[in-house]
């Protein structure tokens, strides 16, 4: 199995008590793919301006994604730079710059709108939408926001989640979208909007998953000792979730549960250096030991 995963390719600047690097590769749908490609084919959906990198595309392709559908357009590559204080749970946007990224229209190929797993990364509600009408007969589609678009496109949002299965947020979106301060009242209501099920991150406090009929799993973070960078764990944290999900078809309540705890294995990789340097270097052994230590740590 294969999945699509649609997203942005980015150029970061970040800043962390630990240092600063300057346009580093990065943008949700890469930070996806690198845990995704542990379980299954990626095909990326995505665009970039004539100023990016040409090592950047050898790299994603070095890593087994098919990059067929990335457009490469007249431009600027869209950019992102932040600062992490304190506990590191929390960026702070410093500068954002959409570049080509506010043109962008998905384009996919007709063997590509054939595959049945899709994620749509962080991206304009719009641009989610325009792919999945693009898509013969999806299975399983799992979609992410944030809070800029429940602000400001909160109606084209919550009309596309009519057509979702996994809605992924973390927990402050959660709260916001659903207008529910109780994370377990949140899930339900983000399902009523739609969605079979809601993925709820909280960060250092681990993951709450919500499936219609009642069905709830709750996992902890894993205990990572120094914590560089957070940019991309909640996409990397996806990246495993639903790369798992790929690889195994159909869904039930166990193969939920190995599929957060990949995810949540995946993203403690993420946060342990600067950009994609710690997942891109990851081979499916690496998350198994790994997650083998993970439930070592939680067993009772």
């Not at 980015?10 to 300057?22: H, I, M, N, Q």
């Not at 909280?202 to 709750?218: D, M, N, T």
Request: net charge positive; with cysteine; hydrophobic share 40%.
């Amino acid at each position: 199995m294969s999945i699509i995963v649609l997203g942005t390719v980015a150029l970061d600047s970040v800043k962390t008590p630990f240092g600063r690097r300057k346009e580093l590769l990065g943008g949700s749908a890469a930070h996806f793919s690198m845990a995704a490609r542990l379980f299954t084919k990626v095909n990326l959906i995505a665009i970039v301006g004539s100023d990016f990198p040409k090592r950047h595309i050898a790299f994603l392709r070095s890593k087994g994604l098919n990059l067929s559908s990335l457009i490469v357009d007249k431009g600027k590559t869209f950019r992102w730079e932040g600062e992490y204080k304190g506990d590191l749970n929390s960026a702070l946007t410093l500068n954002t710059e959409l570049g080509v990224l506010s043109v962008f229209k998905p384009q996919v190929s007709e063997e590509q709108r054939k595959i049945e797993n899709i994620f749509l990364a962080n991206v304009d509600p719009d641009i989610q939408e325009h792919l999945l009408r693009k898509m013969h007969s999806p299975e399983l589609v799992g979609l992410d926001s944030m809070n800029y678009w429940i602000n400001t496109k909160r109606k084209e949002l919550i009309k596309l989640l009519k057509h979702i299965d996994i809605y992924v947020a973390n927990d402050q979106e959660a709260k916001d979208l659903s207008g529910e301060h109780n994370l377990i009242k949140a899930a339900h209501r983000l399902c009523s909007f739609g969605p079979k099920m809601a993925l709820i991150k909280k960060g250092e406090h681990g993951v709450l998953f919500y499936a219609k009929g009642g069905f709830i799993f709750s996992l902890p973070a894993y205990p990572v000792e120094k914590v560089i960078d957070p940019t991309g764990a909640g996409d990397t944290f996806a990246g495993g979730f639903m790369g798992y999900l790929a690889k195994k078809g159909r869904i039930n309540s166990l193969r939920i549960k190995k599929a957060l705890a990949y995810g949540t294995v995946a993203a403690s990789f993420n946060v342990e250096d600067f950009g994609l340097y710690r997942t891109s270097k990851l081979a499916p052994g690496d998350l198994q030991r790994r997650l083998i230590k993970f439930k070592d740590c939680f067993s009772f």
